[in-house]
């Protein structure tokens, strides 16, 4: 299924209900999220998301009201079994909120990092040695994983590419052996 993002609020709302009729019952109840869409392109595809999201819940209910069981639910809602099993255990629809930050160990040896770096130390090695002294856990790689938005990739200076560029051994080593007639 292809998600197609739009920014305008109404056009937001109206292309959902055009795409599946089926829709447009699960944004009958999501029509205030819908509302409430401002110009942000992320906002809208998370609106999106959370009410197919919520389509399913109902369905998963409405099955489970029939007496269907797990396993066939999962099968045919296309979810786990384990989702499906969450979903009927609270009893009500709960949103997903995916736009937690994530921790990490680093968290707490990033503001010496940081402090560091801007007084100039850009050597990995030594800020590496310096909070694996603190208690870091992890490697150099690690860390060097942490600092790559600060590192700043830049385009290696290259020469332009020549006409023999292509040539490879094997292929140069046939220019040799060949006639001048069949070159």
């Not at 959370?50 to 809602?77: D, F």
Request: hydrophobic share 35%.
């Amino acid at each position: 299924m292809s998600l197609i993002l739009v920014t305008c609020p109404s056009a937001c709302a109206l292309l959902w209900e055009c795409v599946n009729p089926m829709r447009t019952a699960a944004l009958s109840c999501c029509r205030p999220l819908a509302k409430r869409c401002s110009s942000s392109i992320p906002l809208c595809a998370t609106e999106a998301h959370q009410a197919e999201r919520y389509e399913r819940y109902q369905q998963v209910v409405a099955l489970h009201k029939q007496g269907m069981k797990t396993k066939e639910i999962a099968k045919r809602v296309g979810l786990g079994v384990r989702t499906i099993q969450r979903w009927l255990s609270e009893g009500a629809y709960v949103e997903t909120n995916y736009h937690h930050r994530h921790r990490s160990r680093f968290d707490a040896y990033e503001a010496y990092v940081k402090q560091r770096w801007d007084e100039g130390c850009h050597n990995i090695q030594q800020l590496w040695r310096e909070i694996k002294a603190q208690g870091y856990p992890h490697s150099d790689r690690a860390l060097r994983a942490h600092l790559e938005p600060l590192r700043g990739k830049e385009k290696a200076d290259f020469p332009e590419a020549s006409c023999l560029d292509h040539f490879w051994a094997k292929k140069a080593r046939w220019l040799f052996i060949r006639r001048i007639t069949d070159l």
